[in-house]
């Protein structure tokens, strides 16, 4: 798995990927429950966590 960047709101890697409606699955904070854009598949919700612009909303 690679290495996700920290949350952009707590600046902490406690952080899981979650399976959630069947397919779809996102990143989520432990600390603080930021999520993530909904990705198709495990390694795209990483991907877009990581390529994240700095628009990012709690």
Same mark, same amino acid.
């Given at each position: 798995?690679? =290495?996700?960047?920290?949350?952009?709101?707590?600046?902490?890697?406690?952080?899981?990927? $979650?399976?959630?409606?069947? #397919?779809?699955?996102?990143?989520?904070?432990? =600390?603080?429950?930021?999520?993530?854009?909904?990705?198709?598949?495990?390694?795209?919700? $990483?991907?877009?966590?990581? #390529?994240?612009?700095?628009?990012?909303?709690?």
């Amino acid at each position: 798995m690679p =290495r996700l960047r920290e949350c952009p709101f707590d600046n902490n890697r406690d952080l899981q990927v $979650e399976h959630f409606n069947g #397919d779809d699955y996102h990143v989520k904070c432990k =600390r603080c429950g930021a999520q993530g854009p909904t990705a198709d598949t495990w390694a795209e919700a $990483e991907k877009l966590w990581n #390529d994240r612009d700095g628009s990012d909303k709690h």
